[in-house]
Structure formats: C-alpha cells, structure tokens
C-alpha cells in the first residue's frame, strides 16, 4: 500500500476524532482523488502550494474489496506471485474512472494504532454528493465488513440494505459462476520486446498509466492483454531520484516536481501509448491523452531536455521537441534557470547574416565575405570531415590531405561547386573557443560554427547524407551544436542506410594526383603537351600573388604553378635567405583582387612557354575575362614589353592607356612625357653601372654557375664555425638521434671531418640524404648518422646564409658535355677557392647575371674564356651594354680566326647549330 506523508491536506480540518461517534459531529475535508489503489483504498492530495502537496490514503470504512494481484519481490525468490481475487480488478477499475482526478470530500471515522485511516468518501464538495461505498454495494464490487459492526448505526445499516439488494439481484460478486472471468492474466515480463513493438506498427496502444517513477519513466498497463511494461518517454529525459547506497533517493533539482507534473496529468489515467523502440528491456514511447502529448508538455514547462540518442525514434518528428526545449531555454524557467545561449553575447547582425562564398578551406570550412568587405572563416556546425582511420603509414610530411585523406576531394569539390562565388545565408551556432595543444590534439584556433543554407538547402546535412562528413556526438548537457542537429543526424543515417560516400563497402576513390610545380624535369615534358591542348580547363587552387596560380588540371589530374604573361604585376612579400623581403607597393592589392576573381573557379588556360624553375607562362581566362587584361584595368599591373608578340597585345594596350591617365595605384607617379622630350629619354639611355666588390668563390656548378662568400663578412662567419665547432665538441651530437626533414637546416660532418650548417634538400632514405652546404654552395649525399641539430645559437636568423649563387654575364654555355666540361676545368682552375671582384650586371629568375675580374689582374673572367674560344658571347641588346657587347663580340671572332677550342673547325653555327642546341 501507499504511504501516506505526514501532514494534512491545505483544505483539511483539524485532526480527526479517533472515536467512532455520529458521522455528522466528524470535520469534513476535502482533496483531490490521486490514485485507486483497490477497490476500497485511495490516494487523496491536497492543492499544491509551491511543490508538490501533501498527500493521504483513505481506506473506505465497513466494506471489503478483493486483493489485487502481486508480484514477488526481487530480494524474495522463495515467495509465490499472487493472482488477483476474483472481482477485486473491476473493484479497483470503477473507483478510478469515477473518482481519478475529482475533488471528494471525506471523513475520517478512526485511525489504527499503525495510522491506517478509515472513512467516508463522497464525490464533490459536500455529504450530499455520491457516497463512493454505497455506489461499489449497490454494484456488487464490495463485500460489507459485518463483523465490524456493533450497535445501530443508520449509516451501516444502510449498507448491509444495499449489499442485500444487490445479491438478490445476482450483481457482480453475487451472481453465478465465481467470478474467474475478473482475474487478469498478467504478464510482468515480454520475451522479445523488440518483437513486441515491432508488430504494434507504431499503432496507439491502450493503457493505463499505473505508476511514474519521474517526470519522463512511468509503468504501464497495456490494454488488452495485461501486459506490465516501464515505458521511457521517447526523446526526453527528466531530472531524477538518485539511489544512494544505503537505498535513500536523492532527487536531482526539479525532480519531484516533474514527477507530480506528470502524475497529476498521467497516474491511473487513459491513455494511448506508441511503441516506438527498445533500450535494455525499456520500451520507449509518446503517451497521449486527450489533452495533450506529455513529452512535448514537459519540455515546454522547463521539466526536461532533449536527449539525441532516443529524440531520432520520436515518431512526431523532433523539431517540436527542440522547439519546446529552446522557448523553455528563451524563458530560463526550472531547470534552464541559469541558462546562458552559446551566442548569447553576439549581436543579431552576427548571428545571421548573408555573405558570399570566397574559399572552401577544407570539407567543414569556408572563407566568406561578407558585406562591410571583411572576410570571415566560418565552419559547419557539428559536423567532422573526413580523416585517416587507424595507422597512418604515411609520412605525415608527405601527407597531401586534399587528396590523400578517402573521400576529403569529394567533400571539398561538392562544396565548391556548390557555393564558390554565390551568396549563403548563415546561422552562427556557436563559438568554439580556441584549445591549447595536449600530447594528442594539435592547437586549434577559434572557431565560428555555423549552419550555412543555399536557396533553403542545409549545406551541412547535404554534405552529411552523400556521406561526405559525420555528425559529431555531444555530452548530453553539451549545447554547443547545430541548431538543426537532429536533421544532420538523420542525414547520417540515411547516409549508412544507403552505403553513401565514407559509409560505403565500395574500393575507396584514390587520387593520384602529380604535383609538377617546380619540378622543371617534368615541367619540359609537359609543355609540348600543354601549348598543343590550347586553351585547357583548371581549377585555381591557390594564389601565391597578383600573377602567379597554383593550377589542378582535371583532365591531366596533375598540379602545375602559372604565371600570368604579357603584364608586369607587383611582387609579393617572399621568405628569403636573408629574411623576409618587402613587397611592391599594391601587391597586396593585386593578390586580393586576383583571390576574389579566380580562386577556386574554374578556369581555361592557354600555356605559352616555361621559366627555368619549371613555371608554366600564359594566358587565363574566366567567364570571357582575360585575367592579365582585367589587372592591367585596374591599374594594377603593367603591360610588360614581352606581349607584343601575343595576340592579346591590343586588348592590353587598349585598357593600359586609359589606366595610366587615371594615375591610380601603380601609375600613381605616371608623368605623361611630351613627344620630343621621350626621343631624348631614348638616346640618354641609362649607362652600365660598375661597383666591384671583393668576393670570395667557394663552389662552380656544373652548369658554370658559382658561389661566393662576401669578403667583408667573412671574419663573421670565421667566428661563428669556430664557437660552433668548439660547442659541438662538447655536446657532440647522437648518432642517429636527428630525423632530417626536406627543407631543414642541420649540421653535417664533411669528409674533412668538421662540422658545418647545411640544408636537407632531399631524403632518399636514411643512408643518402642530399645537403646543400649553405655557407659554402657544395651539395654532397650522406648518411643521417652524419647530420644533426643545427643549434639555435648558429641559426641562419644569427648569421645568414654565407653562399650566394651567381652566373657569368654575356656568355652562353656550350651544351655539347665535353665542350661544357673544358670551360668549366678552366673556370675551376682559374678562380675556384680564390677572392675576386664580382660586379652585378642585371637580375635573372633564379640568381643573378655579373661580370668577375681576378683581383690582382682586374683582368675579365668572363672575357678570358671568349677570348680562348671555350664559350660563345651572349649578345644582349639592351643599349646601354653595347659597349661591352662589342668588346666580348671582337674576343669571339678573335679566338675563332685563331680556331681555338669550340672553333676549331670553323664556325660550325651556320649548318648544325640546331643539333648542337646553339642560338645564335
């Protein structure tokens, strides 16, 4: 039975007599029927008032109902369940439909020592309503206790009248055949409950609600077939009693009131149930009644929150439950009392706002801009894109995400064909706050999560279904997520369902993709190949500058770097050697406006030649624009002297004059020159600067190129190898302890044995690792137990690098080997390891072109290798170096009247020069 609690009712009188005197003298209260608990036994609550109310059992006086069935208790295994007494169910049943949730008025005759009380109960506000015990005689559901009866009592005389009618008229218990007919065949457990909701087909299931544990768990009675199941609330869960060890209940805050918020709507009430799934023998389901749906009542009210792992088998749709929980968050009523939104401190025009798409940064992140012209990373709210499972065999160096990680090119092309240029609609979620980086996980900034939609499509959950990316699983409590997380959830599965993309058994895609960007061996086999195609499709992966592109070709699936041509466009700022190297003025504008036109577009390129270090030159066009052209409008870039030869040289021409009269950006300082003035400029043509400087040559390459220290730095460099050699010595490095990496700076033990500071320009293995020696210009092949840690104190930051690369200056090198091999034995000889006098004669792509005079001589290098017929002169046509021009040019036609070296046999340039590889 239940146990009453202590306290009377708000609308009760003092305290019953105990005495057994005339009903009228007994105070009347009054209360709210909570609960049958048979068919003579109640449960009555008084108004709650701040919480939940007190409550009492009233036992009716003078009358005995059947005893209703019991199930054995889990700490008895000896004991018999026990059936219900015949007729002791319909008893019960007619005091709940009647009385449930009525206002009763009562009295109470006396109280037994053990607190059990027993009395009158009547339906309304006064003894003149319907007296429950006479109603259960007169239906023959109650038998009258007559051995508690003494004296005359009209009341209980009354009774005994009634019982006596009803067996004449063969009501209920009275009537023939014993009753077996009221027994209910109960079952307490279901042996395949997954079977058993199942084939219910999500159909309404009558019950009765016969118990709540708290606000979203209660036991039910489904009807017909007296089953007893514990049904959890689909979706939501509610604070609960906590059992402590010793077997006391602590409620969680708001606990007590979910469960009378519930109880008071649910308890021994009517409902319909619908199964919808199973949890460890716990069927979840929505319970309606004909006032409402509970769960979504609940949320509404504060009493609970969504739960995602049972809000997906909610079969109303979960965007009512997410409604009702954020407008009881909105309202911060119970348990959101100390509520605080994720993006409570942000402004609504940064909560939503409309930007257009700039760059797809990976498969969850994109760059946008947005109308005040700030650009802005944004990531997709709760979604992970996809990543390496398990071992990474790879060289996490070598690793190109892109198109190494399954399935992330997919993700990443969905997106930018998608939203690349266009116009979204954003949603800010969240702020992820920036993490420090842990033994595990790498740093991650901070990061703006988002849901981003396109003409009503959720980007995200697009992404999700094709199996593009999965949904990230939260702590319940974790309200950082999507606002439309349940549809990404969803997605998922249906993404699973259908074997899509990362959920599918299919061989993973691969992308072999070749990266030829500076890789000048494959870039030459390449060209023919590209100038043939003509105009080629590409997607610009990147922007280093104004004028320079990374390229993915798709028909070619390889990665080339482009140059614009015909314009002069500002250069960037560049790591170098020496530090970082200022940039032009505008280049920064130049690269913006190039980033915004084509950046991740898809383009036509027509390629018209290569430099040296393997950079494709050409034209680009997007939608009808020449890109070259739209920069020269802009005044941006310049026209440069190479494009009169290129059939858009009068396009260039045309947007360039217009530019230069505007004298804007990099035609700010255009001063336009009267005719006769410019004949003059021509013939004050600049003179050929010399300023000699002492330089030491360290190294000759095979392609006469060579190195050389600064001589007015060399004591600088004399200091540091020597306190670097003597800290080596005292911590000399482990043998095998460095792990070189391309592009590091290290040390590296010559075959002198002395130590000196390298960089790794290859690593084929660990036993032949390519160094480039960076003080001195040498390359040599060693094993790793060679190398070490270059210490910070002797870092390029303290002393830059000591070897600069230069060439010699009007001469061409002969590309017959021997030939090529004779001048440079002459060259080694004649300077190598010796000071010289270097002047800087112009700029080439990759180092320097200059004249070199012996230092004690002053006579030309260069020239002496002409005048002994060992290289050919390079006859520039500036005007300002003729007169140097004209003197390499008579040494020449000198050594070849004297038929030394390369012409011997005469001047062999006339027939073959083309199999020789000679320009004349």
Known sequence: THRSEPGTMATAAANPSQTQSAAPALPLQRGIVKLALSGSAIIVRGQPRGGPPPERQINLSNIRSGALARRVAPNQPEAKETPDEPWAWPAREFLRKKLIGKEVCFTVEYKTPQGREYGMVYLGKDTTGENIAESLLTE????????????????????????????????????????????????????????????????????????????????????????????????????????????????????????????????????????????????????????????????????????????????????????????????????????????????????????????????????????????????????????????????????????????????????????????????????????????????????????????????????????????????????????????????????????????????????????????????????????????????????????????????????????????????????????????????????????????????????????????????????????????????????????????????????EEPAKLKREKVWSNYEEQPAEEAVLQIAEEKERTTNYKPVFVTEITDELHFYVQDVETGTQLEKLMESMRSEIAAHPPIEGSYTPRRGDYCIAKFIDGEWYRARVEKVESPAKVHVFYIDYGNKECVASTRLGVLPPAFSIRVLPVQATEYTFAYIQVPQDEDAKADAIDSIVRDIQNTQCLLNVEFGGPSCSFVTLQFSDSKDDVGLGLVKEGLVMVDARKEKHLQKVITEYLNAQEAAKSARLNLWRYGDFRADDADEFGYRR
Request: charged share 25%; hydrophobic share 35%.
């Open 140 to 655: 023959g559901l109650v038998a009258v206790r007559r051995e508690g009866i003494r004296g005359a009592n009209p009341e209980q005389t009354r009774l005994c009248e009634l019982e006596d009618q009803a067996k004449a008229a063969k009501k209920g218990m009275w009537g023939e055949g014993g009753g077996s007919h009221t027994i209910r065949d109960l079952k307490y457990t279901i042996e395949n409950p997954r079977h058993f909701v199942d084939s219910n087909h999500q159909k309404p299931v009558n019950a009765v609600i016969e118990h709540v544990r708290d606000g979203s768990v209660v036991r039910a009675l489904l009807l017909p077939d007296y089953y007893l199941v514990t049904v959890m609330l689909s979706g939501v869960k509610c604070p609960t009693f906590k059992r402590e060890a010793d077997g006391a209940e602590t409620p969680e805050p708001f606990a007590a009131e979910a469960k009378f918020f519930t109880e008071s709507r649910l308890l021994q009430r009517d409902v319909q149930i619908i199964l919808e799934s199973v949890q460890n023998q716990v069927i979840l389901g929505t319970i309606l009644h004909p006032n409402g749906n509970i769960t979504e009542l609940l949320l509404r009210e504060g009493f609970a929150r969504c739960v995602d792992w049972s809000i997906a088998v909610y079969t109303q749709g979960p965007e009512k439950l997410r409604a009702g929980e954020r407008s009881a968050k909105e309202r911060k009523i119970r348990i959101w009392k100390d509520y605080v939104a994720p993006t409570a401190n942000m402004d609504q025009k940064d909560k939503h706002f409309v930007a257009k798409v700039m760059q797809i940064v990976n498969a969850d992140a994109m760059v946008v801009k947005l109308n005040s012209g700030e650009q802005k990373t944004i990531h997709l709210s709760s979604i992970r894109p996809p990543r390496l499972e398990g071992e990474v065999n790879q060289d996490r160096r070598k690793l190109r995400p892109l198109y190494d990680i399954p399935y992330m090119f997919e993700a990443r092309e969905f997106l930018r064909k998608k939203l690349i240029g266009k116009k979204v609609n954003v949603t800010v979620d969240y702020i992820r706050q920036a993490t420090p980086s842990t033994n595990v996980t790498p740093a991650f900034p901070e990061r703006t999560c988002s849901t981003v939609t396109i003409g009503g499509i959720n980007i995200a959950e697009a992404l999700v279904s094709k199996g593009l990316a999965t949904v990230i699983r939260y702590r319940q409590d974790d309200d950082q997520r999507s606002s439309h997380y349940d549809e990404l959830l969803a997605a998922e599965a249906r993404a699973i369902k259908n074997a899509k993309g990362l959920h599918s058994k299919k061989e993973v895609p691969i992308h072999r993709v070749a990266d030829i960007s500076g890789d000048t061996q494959k870039a030459k086999q390449f060209l023919p190949f590209l100038q043939r195609a003509g105009r080629s499709e590409a997607v610009v992966e990147y922007v280093f500058s104004g004028s320079r592109l990374k390229l993915y070709m798709p028909k070619e699936t390889c990665l080339i770097t482009f140059l614009l041509a015909g314009i002069e466009c500002p250069r960037g700022s560049r790591n170098t050697p020496a530090g970082i190297q200022e940039g032009e003025p505008f280049s920064e504008d130049a690269t913006q406006f190039t980033k915004e036109l084509v950046l991740q577009r898809e383009v036509e390129v027509e390629v018209e030649s290569m430099d040296k270090a393997g950079n494709f030159i050409g034209w680009l066009h997007i939608d009808g624009v020449n890109l070259s052209v739209a920069l020269v409008e802009i005044s941006l870039s310049k026209v440069h002297f190479t494009a009169e030869r290129s059939p858009y040289f009068k396009a260039l021409q045309s947007v």
